[in-house]
């Protein structure tokens, strides 16, 4: 005989659920919102949850450092070490 979950049992589930998620959820948005705040922004205690989005990060990744290069060799490496992994792990 299957015991049925009750209501307090799937609240509890439920929200035990949520409390992963967001747990795994707002790291990743102060991340990528971090990208478009301003430095003083970013360092700002506490954060706004609303501001005004910029792109002198971005710019100035693209304008000023050697990005193109760097992301080729990471790419390179990471199929390199990939394709070993794959090929040691056959054997």
Do not use: C, Q
Request: positive net charge.
């Amino acid at each position: 005989m299957t015991k049925k979950n009750t209501w307090p049992t799937n609240l509890l589930k439920s929200l035990g659920l949520m409390a992963l998620i967001l747990w795994t959820i707002i790291p990743v948005y102060i991340i990528v919102s971090n990208a478009f705040r301003t430095t003083l922004d970013i360092k700002k205690m506490p954060p706004d949850l609303f501001f005004n989005p910029i792109l002198k990060h971005f710019e100035r990744l693209f304008a000023l450092d050697d990005f193109l290069k760097y992301f080729v060799n990471s790419i390179t490496i990471s199929v390199f070490v990939t394709i070993t992994t794959i090929a040691l792990g056959t054997l």
